[in-house]
């Protein structure tokens, strides 16, 4: 494992009680920092962070509901000053062609993927500029560069996600905070389970390195974007997809 230098700094991680943001927990932790995990599921994210150890603490809060976003971030800022933002919680919604995709499981796709991740960007940067230092990395996908069938809202939501990250990049780049984010392709996690197996091996069949993304890998990249190395890419994308999107 290679060093990556976290230490004395202070990350909110989105989803951060399974998958890639556990994973991305367990990375900055290795690295020296502490980490704040931000989930929905209270009693996940307890169990998780007593799992962390010490330099993990949880709040419960949904990122589609802009009033607990607003309250976890002033109860996390009241605990420590933050350094990074990892935007990792989201859903992949059902597989389904458009015209026939519920509006109702659209409009959650989005709620989720989009605005929450727009909600926990709008309170948290104003926290940053004032300290003139900062961090976001957003998960975003593939599937936002190349538009999976049968994954419109997904595909539609990640594609969003970066340009989100490119227009907030632009719009801090005179400051200390830099926003990029990652887009992988398929990581193994139990996003998995909203999957049909066919999806599944159709994500397979575009990977050229023939293998899915490990949530360790994901979390190495997405760390480093959380380091102060990381100091001259901003409103960036950087490619997990084993050659799947190398543009």
């Known amino acids: ?13 989105t989803g951060g009680a399974t998958g890639l943001g556990y994973a991305i927990a367990q990375r900055v932790l290795a690295s020296g920092g502490s980490v704040t995990l931000w989930d929905r599921d209270a009693a996940g994210a307890a169990k998780a962070s007593a799992a962390l150890g010490g330099q993990a603490r949880w709040v419960a809060v949904d990122v589609a509901d802009h009033a607990s976003v607003a309250a ?16 990792s919680a989201g859903i992949t919604g059902p597989n ?3 015209w026939e995709y519920p509006v109702d499981a659209w409009a959650q796709v989005m709620q989720v993927n989009l605005n929450g991740l727009f909600y926990c960007c709008r309170e948290l940067v104003p926290h940053m500029r004032e300290r003139n230092y900062g961090r976001i990395v957003n998960i975003a996908s593939v599937a936002g560069k190349d538009g999976n069938p049968n994954a419109s809202a997904y595909s539609a939501s990640k594609a969003a996600v970066m340009a989100l990250t490119k227009s907030l990049g632009k719009e801090l780049a005179d400051t200390g905070v830099r926003v990029n984010c990652v887009t992988p392709a ?22 050229p390195m023939g293998r899915f993304g490990t949530p360790e890998e994901v979390a190495a990249m997405v760390t480093w974007l959380c380091t102060e190395d990381c100091s001259f890419s901003t409103g960036a994308v950087f490619d997990l997809s084993g050659g799947r999107s190398t543009y």
């Open 1 to 13: 494992m290679n060093q990556l230098d976290m230490a004395g700094r202070h990350t909110v991680i």
């Open 72 to 87: 976890a971030t002033r109860q996390t800022v009241a605990q420590a000053p933050v350094d990074a933002l990892v935007n």
């Open 186 to 207: 398929a990581v193994k996690t139990a996003i998995f389970d909203q999957m049909k197996p066919e999806h599944i091996q159709f994500m397979l069949s575009k990977i």
């Open 96 to 98: 389904m062609k458009v």
